[in-house]
Structure formats: structure tokens, C-alpha cells
């Protein structure tokens, strides 16, 4: 049952996108709302009308959901500003997602043809398209020698992401997080965040007859003969939706190859919950296809944001200014970080440490695919939100975490895919480039070795026992291990490095960072249940701490 400030919310978050709005809020008058209507968005005022605001969270993904709500339910108004833009509003075809396989200009962030994870299909340039230049939801921002895959939009990478829910090894977090108390983290953080994202598991007497996981039940096997481990892995797809899907009574999200550029049913994205949440106490406005471009502070210790508004063909429709007593940033990895070096390199924050910037990892990312033996089909159906993974992230020779990931073409393929999350202690830093305005990732593919090594190893393996071997025509060039390309950055304003211990970044008074940005490179797993339990812990001091 949703709560009714959940309601609340949903429908300002729908309302506003059905009126074209560029700011989402509920109108004062329906926090007494019982009605859809009354619970409609109301335009507020531009931002450049707003002057001064208490509190600003940068960013709607893990992190910056997680704030808005805790400030908002204990009292202080927020302003959120997202470059992306909100997506519940169906489009002329009745989605609100592209499709997949013929996808348009909703499926990535200004780009002339579209960037998927796969290059090629038996060596054809068979799965790139060309669409139109759009403020889509997905974004590959390319470096020199390694790209990286995020999401934009209201929701940030909830919108685009696998949907895979797993909270870490526990000493693997203690390893990597020494400064956080982990029993705190285990007995309270990680439940509470995993119940606020919904967080569900497929049934497993169904898992094992559902068409749909055939491709992991093989992948299963394989591991198992070679003597790996595997797991079920939680998620925020909801599991009771999928099982409909396979029994054809509802619209196919998962089962209709839906995942990277959005799932228009069946996954719960931050829009559906901690956001609706935010919203829907009345106390929180989003701003949406807003851009924060610079970040100062005025001799008051006020934070002076420079904010560049788009629409969603990329028109410049104007550039404003909004202050604030505080700041918290929740741009994601990349845009967090980039904020600071450049503030810290054009002196916009001169106090900034030489550590913002520091301590950047891809969380040991590889991909991988094996071709299985023509008796051993993997199912021309495949869910798109993977259910297991092969867990050897115990094996202190070669620690490697692998999802079971699928290769929904359609159509029978005989392919088993992975998400290898390998264990690799190095790390990137970002250096702000003058040129472009922008901060540059600084990681060499040389520094990937350790990962493809560790892949190699546990997928060698599994071949060997298997007698098959891996497809060279997926990652383009021949490549077997795609080692310049990532979906989990973790780092670059690292906690207790660049922070202190909750996340108020050294030097600067009211100035916070709330997202992937703190964890220092790792984790083990996939990252975002550690990211908003992190945030939910951090949050909690600083309203303690500094809001009293
Ligand atoms: P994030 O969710 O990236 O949100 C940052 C937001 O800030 C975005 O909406 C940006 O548009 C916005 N932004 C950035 N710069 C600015 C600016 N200057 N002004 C205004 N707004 C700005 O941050 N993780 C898992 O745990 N399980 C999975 O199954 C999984 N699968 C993934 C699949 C894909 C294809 C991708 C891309 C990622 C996947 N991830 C997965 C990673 C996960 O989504 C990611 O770690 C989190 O989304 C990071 O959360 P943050 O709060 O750091």
C-alpha cells in the first residue's frame, strides 16, 4: 500500500512532467490534498527568482535522494538541481522509455549514436544506432582510456541501472571503510536503506523453472562443475511484476529486453520511492535539466551556485544564480567530484584539499561472454535484471564477484555473459582541464591488467571444465575482457580522506558530499545499496550535528 505522502508525491512527480514542468513541488495547499488533482505540481518560482534557500542537494541519484528526504522529513527546505530530465511522462508512443533494439533520442545524453556496452553482434555493427542529439537517460562520458556508463535524469543512475540490490562482504566494507563503525552499518544503515528502495528477491522454486533465467540456470551449472560457488542476488525489480510478466498478464519490461535506456514497468527507481518520499512531504523542489556549473562561497560562508538551464534538444534557455547556508553533493562520482576540482582549480573554493580529485576506482569492472555448446541453449527470452552471481569474492588467490548478466537479443544465442566485479587496488585521479571546463579522468588501461587477469582466471576455468571458450565479437577489436568501459565509479572525494567521517568536506563549512564520490574505489558488489545506506548514516550525524 502506498504511504499517502507517497501518493502525494507520485502524483506531483507525474503532474509535473504531463504540464512540461521544469520544477517539481507540491503545492502548499496539498499537504491537506485527498485527491490526484489537489496533489497536482504547481509552478513555483524560476530559479533565479529564489535568491537565498537553507539547503541545495546537487544531483538526484543514491545519494542526493537520501539527503533531500532525511532533511525534509526533519523540517528544512530543499532545493534539488538535476541536469537530467524527469521521466514519467509517456512519449507519442505511449512510452516513456525508448525501446531497447529501436531506440530514439530518450535513449542517451546528447549523442548522435547511441553507445551501448556491446559493439558488435558476430562482428556487425548491428546494435549502434543513430538518434536524434536529446536529453536522454542514459550517458556514456568517454575519457582517454576509460569510459564510463551513468544515468541522467530524475532518479540518476536508479533509472538505467541492473537494478542488482547487494549489500557488501562485511569485512570487505570494514576493509575499505575502516573509519565506519560496520555494526552500526549492518544492524541498522544497510536495512533501513534496503527497505526504503524496496529491495525483493526472485522466488527460487520459480527461478528454477521460469524460462526467462534459463541463460543463469546454465551459467549456474557451469560454475557449479568448476567448482564456484553462486548466489541469489537481491534487487529493486519488482519480483511478483517479472513472474506476471513470464505468464504474459502484464506489459514485458524486464522480459522485453528493457534495462539500460530505462524500464517503463517493474523497477523500483528512486522516483518511486526515497524521491516520491522527498516530494511528497511538501518540503523538497526538484529542478530539472539544471545544471550547476560553478560553485562559490560568499564572504557570509554561503555557497553561490552558478546553474545553467537547458531544454531538452540542449537549447540554452538561460543561466542563473541561487545561494544557500548549505550544500550537499550528490552528482554521482564523476559529477561530484568534477564540481570540486573545478571549484579548487579555478579558485572558486581555493581551500579545497590536493585529496579532492584522488582515490578513483571502477569497482573492478569487467565484462566477459563464453560460448556455451550448441546442446546447452541459454533461451531466446532472457530477463534483463540478473538474479545470481558467482560469489568467489572469498578466495583471498583471486577474489572475483560475477554477475550472471543476460544478452537479450531475441533470439536463441548460446551466450553466457558476466559482470565480473574483480578485486584492484588501483587507482585514477581527475585533473581539471582549462580547455574544456571540464576534470579529466586520469587512468591508463594498463592499470585494468589486474582485473582482466582475475576475470581470466576464473572464466578460463570454467571453459576449460566446459570445453568451450569466450566470444570475440562482442566488445569490438576482437577483445575478449572489456577493460575500457565501467558502470560502477566509486570515488574521486573520498570519505575520512577527502571528508571527514559524515562526509563535510575538509576546509569548507556546510559543504557536504553524499554519494559513490566517498567510497574509495571498491566495494565488492554492486554499489548502490552501500551508497545510500552510507548516505542514510551520514545524513543522520550531520542533522544531529549540524542542524541543532
Ligand atoms: P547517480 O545515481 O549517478 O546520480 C547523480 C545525479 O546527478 C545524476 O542524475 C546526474 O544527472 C546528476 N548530475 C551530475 N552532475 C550534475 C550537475 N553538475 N548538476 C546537476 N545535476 C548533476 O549518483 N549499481 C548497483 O548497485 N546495481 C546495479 O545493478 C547497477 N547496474 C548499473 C547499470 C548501469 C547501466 C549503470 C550506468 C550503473 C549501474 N549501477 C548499478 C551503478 C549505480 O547506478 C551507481 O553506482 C549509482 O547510481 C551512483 O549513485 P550516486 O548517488 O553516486
Not at 84 to 111: E, H, I, N
Not at 474 to 485: C, H, M, P, T
Not at 522 to 536: C, D, K, Q, R
Amino acid at each position: 500500500m502506498l504511504s499517502r505522502r507517497r501518493f502525494l508525491g507520485h502524483a506531483a512527480l507525474q503532474s509535473a512532467a504531463a504540464l512540461g514542468l521544469s520544477c517539481i513541488s507540491l503545492p502548499s495547499r496539498a499537504t491537506g490534498a485527498r485527491s490526484f488533482n489537489d496533489a497536482m505540481a504547481l509552478p513555483k518560482a524560476a530559479l533565479g527568482q529564489l535568491g537565498r534557500v537553507p539547503a541545495i542537494v546537487i544531483g538526484t541519484g543514491y545519494g542526493g535522494a537520501v539527503t533531500a528526504l532525511r532533511l525534509a522529513e526533519a523540517g528544512v527546505p530543499v532545493v534539488m538541481l538535476e541536469m537530467g530530465r524527469l521521466w514519467t511522462q509517456p512519449g507519442s508512443d505511449g512510452k516513456v522509455f525508448t525501446k531497447t533494439l529501436a531506440p530514439d533520442g530518450r535513449a542517451m545524453w546528447f549523442k548522435d549514436k547511441t553507445e551501448a556496452p556491446l559493439k558488435t553482434f558476430l562482428g556487425l555493427d548491428v546494435i549502434n544506432k543513430k538518434i536524434p542529439r536529446y536529453a536522454g537517460v542514459l550517458d556514456r562520458v568517454n575519457y582517454d582510456e576509460m569510459s564510463v556508463y551513468v544515468g541522467r535524469g530524475v532518479g540518476g543512475g536508479s533509472l538505467v541501472n541492473g537494478a542488482m540490490a547487494v549489500t557488501p562482504a562485511r569485512w570487505y566494507f570494514e576493509e575499505m571503510l575502516p573509519g565506519v563503525n560496520a555494526s552500526e552499518m549492518y544492524g541498522t544503515y544497510f536495512p533501513r536503506a534496503n527497505a526504503q528502495l524496496g529491495v525483493n528477491q526472485v522466488d527460487p522454486a520459480w527461478f528454477e523453472t521460469a524460462a526467462c533465467y534459463r541463460y543463469a540456470r546454465v551459467s549456474r551449472a557451469a560454475a557449479s562443475q568448476s567448482g564456484f560457488k553462486t548466489v541469489f542476488v537481491p534487487s529493486v525489480y519488482n519480483a511478483k511484476y517479472m513472474e506476471a510478466e513470464q505468464a504474459n498478464t502484464v506489459p514485458r519490461s524486464a522480459l522485453g529486453q528493457e534495462v539500460i535506456y530505462g524500464n517503463n514497468a517493474g523497477k523500483l527507481s528512486l522516483d518511486k520511492t526515497y524521491l516520491a518520499d522527498a516530494v511528497g512531504t511538501g518540503r523538497v523542489t526538484i529542478y530539472t535539466l539544471h545544471e550547476v556549473r560553478r560553485i562559490e562561497q560568499q564572504s557570509n560562508g554561503d555557497y553561490l551556485l552558478t546553474v545553467r538551464q537547458i531544454d531538452e534538444v540542449g537549447n540554452v534557455l538561460g543561466s542563473f544564480q541561487v545561494s544557500c547556508g548549505k550544500l550537499f553533493l550528490g552528482a554521482g562520482s564523476l559529477g561530484t567530484t568534477e564540481l570540486l576540482v573545478r571549484a579548487r582549480d579555478t579558485g572558486t573554493l581555493p581551500k579545497l584539499s590536493t585529496q579532492v580529485g584522488q582515490g578513483w576506482g571502477h569497482n573492478g569492472n569487467v565484462m566477459t561472454a563464453r560460448a556455451n555448446h550448441l546442446w546447452n541453449p541459454t533461451g531466446a527470452v532472457q530477463s534483463t535484471m540478473p538474479a545470481m552471481g558467482i560469489n568467489d569474492w572469498a578466495n583471498p588467490a583471486n577474489p572475483v564477484f560475477a554477475e550472471i548478466t543476460p544478452l537479450p537479443t531475441g533470439f536463441e544465442n548460446w551466450i553466457s555473459m558476466y559482470l565480473a566485479i574483480t578485486r584492484n587496488p588501483e587507482r585514477g585521479h581527475f585533473e581539471y582541464d582549462a580547455a574544456t571546463d571540464t576534470a579529466k579522468l586520469r587512468w591508463t588501461r594498463a592499470q585494468n591488467t589486474i582485473t582482466v587477469n582475475s576475470a581470466k582466471m576464473m572464466f578460463d576455468k570454467i571453459n576449460r571444465q566446459q570445453g568451450t571458450g569466450y566470444r570475440t565479437d562482442l566488445f569490438g577489436g576482437g577483445k575478449v575482457f572489456a577493460d575500457d568501459f565501467c558502470y560502477h565509479p566509486l570515488g574521486g572525494c573520498v570519505l575520512d580522506v577527502a571528508t571527514d567521517n559524515i562526509g563535510r568536506v575538509n576546509g569548507y563549512k556546510g559543504l557536504y558530499v553524499t554519494d559513490s564520490a566517498l567510497i574509495p574505489g571498491s566495494i565488492g558488489v554492486n554499489p548502490f545499496v552501500t551508497i545510500t545506506a552510507l548516505a542514510e548514516r551520514n545524513i543522520e550525524r550531520v542533522l544531529a550535528q549540524d542542524f541543532a
